[in-house]
Nanobody, 123 residues
Framework: QVQLVESGGGLVQAGGSLRLSCAAS????????MGWFRQAPGKEREFVAA????????YYADSVKGRFTISRDNAKNTVYLQMNSLKPEETAVYYC????????????????WGQGTQVTVSS
């Protein structure tokens, strides 16, 4: 019912920046929030950031606070993740996700997922 498509991943040097995009389509009217997660090889998927549709209130993992910014374009049903000062350990597949629920911190809170976009940070 909801389709999410990420884009903007790629190769960047440590200290560099990337902006990821997530375009949502389908029955998005019931969405409460959009989030970004990432999964590095051999590790569990972890929360990165989220934004509420109603208030634009944002949430960040402590590890990215001050460096990453989540934002949205309501008209385009698109969420962005601006990533600055990237670190090699942040190499991962980045996923956007949509939750119709009232919590945003865990993978299990989300109802729809994109296919992911690879971000590689070289040292």
């Amino acid at each position: 019912q909801v389709q999410l498509v990420e884009s903007g991943g790629g190769l960047v040097q440590a200290g560099g920046s990337l902006r990821l995009s997530c375009a949502a389509s389908g029955r998005t009217f019931s969405s409460n929030a959009m989030g970004w997660f990432r999964q590095a090889p051999g590790k569990e998927r972890e929360f990165v950031a989220a934004i509420l549709w109603s208030t634009r209130h944002t949430y960040y993992a402590d590890s990215v606070k001050g460096r990453f910014t989540i934002s949205r374009d309501n008209a385009k049903n698109t969420v962005y993740l601006q990533m600055n000062s990237l670190k090699p350990e942040e190499t991962a597949v980045y996923y956007c996700a949509d939750t119709i629920r009232g919590s945003i911190w865990q993978e299990r809170d989300y109802d729809y997922w994109g296919q992911g976009t690879q971000v590689t940070v070289s040292s």
